[in-house]
C-alpha cells in the first residue's frame, strides 16, 4: 500500500491547513477547516476531491470552513462527540478509544480534553502520524480554557506513548515562540538549542517548522518533559509531582513575554 500524500500549508494567520490523500481511492481529509478558501485553492491546485473533514475541537478558527466546504464538495464532517452540538455539519461522531477506517487504514482517536472539554486527536498508525489539533504542539501545547490542568497533562502526556517515528501534525505555526519559552526553563538543552536554531532559521526563510516527530519533542518540548531535572531544578520544584510541574509549566506559559 503506497503512503497517503500529506500537503500542509500555512492559513489565516498562523493556523496549519493539512490536506491528506489516499492515491488509491482519492479519499482526500482536510485536518480541520481553517479557511474554506485557502481549502479549496490547495484542493484545486493538487486537482483532489474533497471527501473528508476531521474536526479536532470547534474553535472557530478550526471549524469555520466547515459549511461552506460541505455545500462544495457533499464532504463527512467527522468530529467529537462531545461537542457535535458546535460542530458545523457534522455527520459521524466519535469519542476517545473509538477507531473508523477510513482509505482502508485504521484511525484512532485520542481523548484530549484540556484546550476545550471534548478535544480529539487522531492517529493514523500505520502512517507514523498524528493529528494533535490545540493539544500539542511542537516545544509546546495548547492552551487550558475549558478542561483542568490536570486533564491536560493527561492529554499531553498520551502522546509520549506514541512511536518516536510518529509524526506529529499540529494546528497552529507557534513553534519559534515555543522555544524561546522552552528555553527559559530548560537553558542547557542541547537538543532544544540545536531544534530552536534550525526553527529561526526555518522561520527567517518562511517555511513551515511542523509536521516534527515524537521523539524530537521528547527531547525538546518542556511539556513532555516534566523529569527533566534541569526544568525542575529551574522551578524549584524537585520534590513535586509530574502533573504539577507540568501545570506550572502552563500557568508560566500563559504569561510568558516572548
Ligand atoms: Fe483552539
Do not use: C, H, T
Given at each position: 500500500m503506497s503512503h497517503l500524500e500529506m500537503h500542509q500549508f500555512i492559513c489565516r494567520t498562523d493556523n496549519y491547513g493539512l490536506l491528506v490523500h489516499d492515491h488509491k481511492t482519492g479519499a482526500t481529509a482536510s485536518i480541520d477547516a481553517p479557511d474554506a478558501v485557502e481549502i479549496e485553492k490547495q484542493l484545486k491546485k493538487r486537482g483532489w476531491q474533497l471527501t473528508h473533514i476531521f474536526t479536532t475541537h470547534h474553535h472557530g478558527d478550526h471549524v469555520e470552513g466547515n459549511a461552506a466546504l460541505k455545500e462544495q464538495f457533499g464532504c463527512v464532517i467527522i468530529?467529537?462527540?462531545?461537542?457535535?452540538?458546535?460542530?458545523?455539519?457534522?455527520?459521524k461522531e466519535v469519542s476517545g478509544g473509538e477507531a473508523f477506517a477510513w482509505a482502508g487504514r485504521d484511525v484512532k482517536?485520542?481523548?484530549c480534553p484540556g484546550h476545550t472539554k471534548g478535544h480529539i486527536a487522531y492517529h493514523i498508525p500505520s502512517e507514523y502520524s498524528v493529528f494533535a489539533g490545540d493539544t500539542l504542539f511542537s516545544l509546546g501545547c495548547g492552551r487550558v480554557f475549558e478542561g483542568t490542568m490536570d486533564e491536560m497533562y493527561h492529554s499531553v502526556t498520551q502522546f509520549k506513548s506514541l512511536s518516536p517515528s510518529t509524526y506529529v501534525y499540529c494546528g497552529h505555526e507557534y513553534t519559534e515562540s515555543n522555544a524561546r519559552f522552552a528555553l527559559s526553563v530548560e537553558p542547557i538543552n542541547r537538543m532544544l538549542q540545536q531544534r530552536a536554531g534550525i526553527v529561526s532559521q526555518l522561520r527567517q526563510e518562511g517555511k513551515m517548522t511542523c509536521p516534527s516527530t515524537i521523539g524530537e519533542?521528547?527531547?525538546a518540548n518542556p511539556f513532555l518533559r516534566t523529569d527533566s531535572p534541569a526544568i525542575r531544578k529551574n522551578l524549584n520544584m524537585e520534590g513535586?509531582?509530574?502533573?504539577?510541574?507540568?501545570?506550572?509549566?502552563r500557568r508560566r506559559k500563559d504569561v510568558f513575554k516572548s
Open positions: 468530529g467529537p462527540r462531545a461537542e457535535a452540538d458546535r460542530i458545523p455539519g457534522i455527520r482517536v485520542l481523548a519533542e521528547l527531547k513535586a509531582s509530574d502533573a504539577e510541574v507540568f501545570a506550572e509549566l
